[in-house]
């Protein structure tokens, strides 16, 4: 058994972290709906989140700490992700905003740039593809 096995690639415990940002999310107005919980099940897939490690996220997501991306890209990525979960049930709350900001934050915004990000966002989101949203995200308004 490698080193890596015991305690996993940079790459995967941060799509742990992320995973478990995006359980929070799900989990913060209320248990986790079926739209919610298919959602998951694809990010899971999409991270590359195994169903033990998957189950675990689901019991503890606090247990998972955020790393943030080098890339400017890699956390609109990120972000988007968290947008697509609170948006499965087609509705944003309070409280998923405020934990949206901390993980924004998080991943390796600044506190203004979460905040304008996030208004932005929420302004133009609606299910759309990463691409379009990226798109929409710089466009001058």
Known sequence: MSFSDLFGTGEHLRNLGHF????????????????????????ATKLDIAEEEY???????????????????GRLERLYDLFKIIYSDHD???????????YAIGIGFSQKAAQDIIKRSMEIFSGMSFDDYRYLLNREK
């Open 20 to 43: 478990a940002a995006i359980v929070n999310l799900a989990a913060a107005d209320g248990p986790i709906n079926a739209k919610e919980e298919a959602q998951l099940k694809r990010f």
């Open 55 to 73: 189950m675990k996220v689901l019991q503890n997501p606090n247990a998972f700490p955020i790393h943030p991306n080098n890339s400017v890209e």
């Open 92 to 102: 944003i709350e309070e409280q998923e905003v405020g934990l949206l900001k901390k």
